[in-house]
């Protein structure tokens, strides 16, 4: 299956929901602690098992995330270590981009997220301890939601809910809010050590997944959300970020620092299906296609990204 060798760190990788080829990337010079980003629209031969790099765009500041536009299908926006948060459009050259630039966070913007039900706007976290809310066409953020005591380290969508996200943070807590309310509706401790990333459930509206320092994964139903439903542990290092599959409802893809990524049926009492250990590095950006179903994507400090169909050998090349 095809690799793809980047000039810096990765950070983050997303397929295209409009196109099955398409991949975004961001990443980071020095390991994201001093130094340039610069994102990558990559294009995926099937005849040739080959990856192309399509257009890059370099920024000032490394780049922790980024995310398609659930609309447009040249949109695409990332979260910048100097607080800023930068749209992009694919289809112009890099002196036509960013397209627009968003600077209200005071510290390193960490995720992105992108409303897939309304599909208008898109959610921000930093290390600033914040989450904003944004849509394209507004230069300052629609609203501000601060409860976290620290570091925000994700905010994710509801895959059937406009309103509804949730976010992850260095203080130990999920909190599921609704934007149309000024608090969250929910806290949850979900861990003892920081919580690196959260993601929802695609078929069930309820279950949410976090995963922590504390080297585990714990799927929660937020309607009871005293004890979770299950913990997945596994991964030698902290668990950088979850991800559930779009097509299998107990499915789920985790990275972590331990250099691994991992599937996971968090219903089955054996809940390891597999362990790709292709990177040699952190491995900090997972993804899944929304299209093609079994089509994986990871990136790392190693500066690889790899795609690959799961159960094959993601370092096997043509």
């Not at 080829?21 to 994102?39: D, E, H, M, P, Y």
């Not at 765009?57 to 948060?85: K, M, P, Q």
């Not at 005071?106 to 989450?131: A, Y």
């Not at 362990?275 to 299209?291: C, I, P, R």
Request: proline share 5%.
């Amino acid at each position: 299956m095809p690799v793809f060798k980047i000039p810096f760190n990765g950070y983050a990788v997303k397929f295209s929901p409009f196109y099955e080829s398409r991949l975004l990337v961001a990443t980071s010079q020095n390991f994201g602690i001093l130094g340039n980003g610069r994102l990558h629209i990559l294009d995926l031969s099937p005849t040739t098992a080959t990856i192309t790099d399509l257009r890059s765009f370099d920024t000032a500041d490394g780049i922790y995330d980024c995310a398609w536009s659930e609309s447009h299908d040249s949109l695409a926006v990332s979260a910048i270590a100097d607080g800023s948060v930068k749209l992009w459009d694919a289809n112009l050259p890099p002196t036509s981009n960013p397209v627009r630039s968003f600077q209200e966070h005071t510290r390193e913007v960490h995720s992105v997220d992108w409303n897939p039900v309304r599909r208008d706007s898109f959610l921000t976290s930093s290390w600033d301890d914040s989450i904003k809310l944004w849509t394209i066409d507004r230069p300052s953020s629609v609203r501000t939601f601060r409860e976290h005591s620290y570091c925000v380290y994700s905010a994710a969508w509801s895959p059937r809910h406009a309103d509804v996200f949730a976010s992850a943070s260095g203080d130990c807590t999920v909190r599921v809010w609704d934007v149309r309310d000024p608090t969250s509706t929910l806290v949850v401790p979900a861990h003892d050590h920081e919580v690196l990333s959260c993601d929802w459930n695609k078929y069930d509206e309820c279950i949410l997944a976090t995963a922590s320092v504390d080297k585990t994964i714990r799927v929660w139903d937020v309607r009871s959300p005293r004890t979770p439903l299950t913990a997945l542990a596994g991964h030698g290092y902290a668990v950088r970020k979850v991800k559930f599959s779009p097509h299998r409802e107990s499915i789920l893809l985790s990275c972590s620092y331990d250099m691994t990524v991992r599937m996971w049926d968090y219903r089955a009492e054996d809940a390891l299906i597999s362990v790709y250990d292709q990177h040699t590095e952190f491995a900090v950006g997972v993804d899944m296609s929304v299209l093609v179903e079994g089509l994986l994507a990871s990136t790392g400090w190693d500066e690889f990204v790899y795609v690959w169909q799961h159960g094959t050998d993601p370092r096997a090349m043509p």
